[in-house]
């Protein structure tokens, strides 16, 4: 007999499973199409594809050009900065005058800074801008402020300056202090061009050896006490010259007026104001010593600011100097001057007591030393000697000047 099937009731049924966390699918089946195999575990990856030769050629230039453009504004500033210089000297000093009489009276003993110079140049292609300032105890003051144009074609052999300069006068009144081997110019420049420089317009010319310098000037100087020209009048100033190198020179000139009052004057009037003068320079090598130069220089003139300010108006005046430097080595000099100055050409006067009177002429032989620590460096001591010519019972004054100055450049 047949058995009976079991019924369903009888069969077991399996037990129930805890429900799962749902799973976030992968990036890749995410992107896999519907119906597509998962992926294998642990398949390779498909490695990104590099940049092309031509994408790494673009990158390279992109940077060359970057690196070209950052390269030109480098010698852009380079270039500018190659046209701007800075200079300047600091000169500090000792001086010691003798006493003028026997009582003791005007005899000085003193530290000072004589000169505290600071100058920036800034030199274009068709122009250069040129200030100098002095700083020193008793101020500060401009010195000079030119503004240049070199004439365009003339590769800057000619040029125009406007605004405060130097008279182009002679050879030691242009000369920079702090080449001059002496503290001080010579007598007859310090008086006949007390301040060295003007306000004006100035021309300069270079061909060959030779040289030009010409300009129209107030004329007053800038010692004159005014920032401004008293009067309406002008005065040309110039200087022709050469250079041969081994041997220069030239001839200067200068002629204008004075606005001014004499006792006998009974309103002001324009008086002559004229200069003339003959400079020349020579150098030598003496061996084994070293090189020697010989500087000589002559100036007559008529009318007058001394350096005390004082006009001397319609007075005739002249003087001269003769000056011999020997090098010793690289580092050592020594130089002997003598210059004269007659105030008044011949026409002394004697003032009451035993000094002589403001007119007399005074020679003075200087002697001095000078010794380079380096370039940047110079130390140098002068002696100097004035004397006064003596008329009636006025008697030469003991003034003889010691100075010991220390020059710093850069």
């Given amino acids: 007999m047949a058995q009976a099937a079991p019924s369903q ?109 600071l100058k920036a140049t800034y030199t274009g292609d068709v122009a250069q801008l040129m200030l100098q ?66 306000r004006g317009a100035k021309v300069n010319g270079r061909y060959k050896f030779l040289r030009l310098a010409v300009g129209v000037f107030d004329g007053n100087g800038t010692d004159s006490g005014t920032t401004q020209d008293n009067d309406k009048e002008k005065d040309v100033v110039g200087h022709l010259g050469f250079d041969l190198k081994w041997l220069a020179g030239g001839i200067s000139g200068w002629y204008g007026h004075d606005l001014g009052r004499l006792p006998t004057d009974p309103f002001r009037r324009a008086y002559e104001r004229t200069r003339v003068g003959a400079d020349l320079q020579a150098y030598f090598d003496v061996v084994p010593l070293g090189g020697t130069s010989i500087k000589g220089e002559f100036i007559a003139g008529r ?42 050409n011949g026409q002394a006067d004697a003032a009451a007591g035993e000094v002589p009177g403001a007119d007399n002429t005074v020679e003075t032989v200087g002697v001095v030393v000078q010794h380079h620590f380096g370039e940047n460096l110079k130390l140098s001591a002068s002696y100097e000697l004035p004397m006064t010519h003596a008329v009636a019972q006025a008697l030469d004054p003991h003034d003889n000047l010691f100075t010991l100055q220390m020059q710093a450049r850069f």
Avoid: C
């Fill in 133 to 198: 300032i002095d700083a020193v105890p008793a101020g500060v003051t401009l010195k000079d402020a030119e503004a240049t144009l070199f004439v365009p074609g003339t590769k800057q052999q000619l040029s125009v300056t406007l605004g405060q300069m130097k008279w182009p006068f002679g050879y030691e009144g242009p000369q920079s202090s702090s080449d001059r081997e002496f503290p001080e110019r010579s007598r007859v420049v310090r008086n006949l061009l007390p301040s060295e420089r003007d």
């Fill in 303 to 344: 009318t007058y600011g001394a350096a005390n300010n004082a006009t001397h108006l319609d007075v005739p005046a002249h003087g001269w100097y003769l000056l011999l430097v020997q090098n010793i080595g690289l580092n050592d000099a020594v130089g002997v001057r003598y210059d004269a100055f007659d105030p008044h």
């Fill in 9 to 117: 009731e009888a069969l077991p049924t399996p037990p129930a499973s805890e429900p799962r966390e749902a799973v976030e699918p992968s990036a890749a089946e995410a992107q896999a199409p519907a119906g597509a195999p998962p992926p294998r575990a642990n398949a390779p990856t498909v490695p990104e594809l590099s940049p092309s030769i031509d994408e790494r050629l673009t990158a390279d230039e992109h940077r060359l050009e970057a690196l070209e453009e950052q390269s030109t504004e480098t010698k852009s500033d380079l270039s500018a900065l190659k046209k701007l210089r800075f200079s300047g000297y600091i000169q500090g000093r000792y001086q010691y005058q003798q006493d003028l009489d026997a009582s003791g009276a005007g005899g000085s003993s003193r530290f000072g800074i004589r000169r505290g110079r």
